[in-house]
């Protein structure tokens, strides 16, 4: 299938595949956000697949390139409702975020709900946990001082929390850092932007103002994202289901192919 590439006014990148007639905005995780290439590209691809088949028109979008310090999930939510005001026809049939994306997806919903259908939010909650917010710190911190392992030490947390992966952070560690604030895929300023901007979001007083249907996929052993925080978020949201995976953490979540049939019926649904 082709992939068709190129970047909007504001300066975020996009990969647009399938010609439904339907249209599907994906929100990525963060901090830090690219068009997926290469092997990223066909695995996103096959993830997609279910959603092509069912007439959508997928929309990857990035965050905008050389954000301001200061720039909120909120504001970011606002880049993405330029992006289908000016690109995408007006409206978003539907809105998948995944993780960081999540919280900006809510937030789309609740600021700008004439231009979306339907919202997913994958692996995420209206805020990160208490632990995620000490990761995020320690993150921006070492984003902040140009220390490429620190950095790359801390988002690999992400991926391997806990005491006992310590040394296998300590060894992802540079080599995360290196991809990560190399400023070959985005600017390092901007996941300093995106990680400072997580430490302070807090979606709760936004939920109850979304008027459109909205489902929260989530696992019940997410560090980021809490079980309880989960619950609190869907219950503030008036149209709402939320799908549990039990057992399961933050990233086996965000990347499983068992949320686009989900996401499917959840729309057939409602």
Known sequence: ME???????????????????????????????????????????????PFTAAGYTVWYVTRRRGMPRGHTVADIADDYEQVVADELGGRADLVIGVSFGGMVAQLLAARHGERVGHVAVVAAAARVSPWGREVDARLADAVARGE??????????????GHRAAWARRLLGPLVGRTMISGASYPASDVLVEAEAELFVDARPALPGIRVPVVFLCGDRDRFFPWPAVEEAASLVPSCEVVRYEGRGHMWVASTRRVPPAVLAFVERT
């Open 3 to 49: 992939v068709r590439t190129g970047t909007v006014g504001s300066g975020m990148e996009h990969a647009c595949w399938g010609g439904g007639p339907r249209t599907l905005l994906f929100i990525g995780g963060g901090p830090g956000s690219s068009v997926p290439s290469g092997v990223a590209l066909r695995m996103s691809r096959r993830w997609f697949e």
């Open 148 to 161: 490429p392992s620190a950095a790359g030490a801390a988002f690999a947390e992400y991926a391997v929390p």
